[in-house]
């Protein structure tokens, strides 16, 4: 049987007309953040606010549409819609828990409660962007700030792992979960959500609306800064986290031997396309420090992100040394920021984490890309 891709599906989508006799929904651009994962299909349809409800029919069409596709297993198709940017988004009180579930209600661009929204991005996997982010989260945690831990690899989470937590979120009302916590950081992870061994086909279909509901659906309550660790690259379920989820910034961790490459400068042109400002590259691994003799090796090229960086126009916000307390600590789910908290390598993550706060204090008080203007229905 052919491979399924993006191209096989919007072929597909291509048969879909909006109205009787016109244009049909790809060529007029309504189809975004195409997800192909082993049969498993997701999109966005993107409409105008004001025809949300009645687009539905066209979302089940488009579904039907995929779902024809012989090897497709499972379709699943959400309406997205722009609207224009609103001021004051309504408190935790104001805005019931479920409001962001209804489709058609007002729901504002930002996460009530939630300040500021982190990405911690990647190139590709392995460079350490879950041990980096779990680092930051927990450093912040410690200096009182609030904090929240979103695990958006639905299909390879790491962070219950490294933030040992096990078990499942309970729920309230009628559809929101609670967060889990440790460390004082509130967590959500698809980990949490299905068993280790389920089988990928389940978690598959959801990347989309997983990655909505873990956000809006989840009572993270009050929050100074929401840390989302993303999956590694810079797929379509990437750039529709980049699209749809207000975020404040975003920052790029990568080794100095991948600094070089192109995965990073795609990952930071993803953010710069939908005007998520980058706050600047981590270097991770970046050098070795003996535990020894505290002597410093630099074992890649060194100091290649920092000329990168600049290169590139982004910030560079720190180096991380290749350690393997920090390996050890980060796969015991026990973060070396709090596990040796003298240590230079807590320092190293705890410099970088007052860096990243002010930059989201800065971008906040610019307050330009606060408001998103892409919400789900
Ligand atoms: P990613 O999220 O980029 O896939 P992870 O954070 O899961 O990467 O890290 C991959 C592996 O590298 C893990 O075993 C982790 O403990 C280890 N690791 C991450 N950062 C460091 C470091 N600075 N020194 C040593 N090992 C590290």
Redesign the pocket.
Known sequence: MAEITRETILQALGGVRKTDGGQDVVSLGMITGVVVRDGNVGFAVEVDASEGEASEPLRQECEAAVEAVPGVLSVTAVLTAERPAQRGAPSPEQAPPSAAAQPGLPENQGIPGIGAILAVA?G???????????NLAVAMAADGVRVGLLDC?VF?P?IPR?MRLSGKPDTVGDSQLMPMENYNVKCMSMGFLVEEDTPMIWRGPMVMSALEQMLRQVRWGELDILVC?LP?GTGDAQLTMAQNVPLTGAVV?STPQDIALLDVRRGIAMFEKVDVPVFGIIE???YFLCPHCGERSEIFAHGGARETAAKLGVGFLGE????????????AGQPIVLAQPQSP?AAAYRGIAHRVLDLCRTAQDGGERRAPNIVMM
């Open positions: 990647s590709k996997g392995g460079v350490g962007k879950s041990t980096t982010a779990v690899d390879g790491s490294m660790d590694p961790v991770n691994m970046s991380i040394p290749l350690d393997g307390d920090i390996r050890a600590t980060s796969d390598h």
